[in-house]
């Protein structure tokens, strides 16, 4: 079964740490690992995604670190405020222009909490 | 209104009743998604679509019916429902980006209460 595995399922930190969120997966076929945010009431929304041709991506305060070997990759949050704190999914996909359409095999999540 | 829209927001049902949750998009994308979101499994595929009239199970099809007759539209369908299908339930649709980034777009959701 293609899975994904996140950790840690919850996550509380002060204003200005550095959370950070950890996936494993399993199929080495997956060449896409996106991160969406996800607020209480709305839909997730795509945050920054990464390909396994690089290590490392950023994007604001928002950081993927990617082991290819190790089949892990993992988001980091810069500076956290409190507006950051919702739900945070990993996901990742395969060969989005053939069969697999590009669908997306989802982490548990990580409700993160960044108090003032 | 631009962009992908679910209804309703909100349903309650009773179980053994026929429920379809409706899913529209203005983007004209080909590809269009349902997943259910279930607290420690994250989000869980249903279905999918590639295009209309073209339609493939996801990880958890059972119990669930879909259809897509234009691009537009992709609803979904509890034929008999059943309490372990009370979830929030979220449509998506694919674009396809530069650099060969496959972003989905989701919906606001649907949260079904089966009784």
């Known amino acids: 079964q293609q899975q994904v595995k996140q950790s840690p399922q919850s996550l509380i930190v002060q204003k200005g740490g550095i959370p950070i969120i950890n996936c494993a997966y399993e199929?080495?076929?997956?060449?896409?690992f996106p991160w969406y945010q996800q607020f209480p009431g709305k839909g997730p929304a795509l945050l920054i995604a990464?390909?396994?041709?690089?290590s490392e991506k950023k994007e604001g305060r928002f950081t993927i670190s990617f082991n290819k070997s190790a089949k892990q990759f993992s988001l980091h949050i810069m500076d956290s405020q409190p507006g950051d704190s919702a739900t945070y999914f990993c996901?990742?996909?395969?060969?989005?222009?053939?069969?697999?359409?590009?669908?997306?095999?989802f982490g548990q999540g990580t409700i993160l909490t960044v108090h003032p | 209104d631009a962009g992908i829209t679910q209804s309703p927001r909100y349903k309650i049902t009773e179980t053994g009743r026929q429920v379809t949750l409706m899913c529209h998009q203005t983007?004209?994308?080909?590809?269009m998604f349902w997943y259910r979101q279930d607290l420690g499994h994250g989000l869980r595929l249903i279905y999918y679509?590639?295009?209309?009239?073209?339609?493939d199970k996801g990880e958890v099809p059972d119990g669930y019916v879909v259809s897509r007759s234009k691009t537009e539209n992709f609803p979904l369908t509890l034929e008999s429902a059943t309490r372990s299908q009370t979830s929030v339930y979220f449509c998506?649709?694919?674009?396809?980006?530069?650099?060969?980034?496959?972003?989905?777009?989701f919906g606001p959701g649907t949260r079904l209460t089966v009784t």
């Open positions: 199929n080495t076929a997956f060449d896409y």
């Open positions: 983007w004209s994308h080909s590809y």
């Open positions: 998506a649709s694919r674009a396809e980006r530069t650099s060969g980034m496959y972003e989905q777009y």
């Open positions: 996901a990742a996909s395969m060969d989005a222009g053939g069969t697999s359409y590009g669908k997306l095999t």
């Open positions: 679509s590639a295009a209309a009239d073209i339609t």
């Open positions: 990464i390909r396994p041709d690089v």
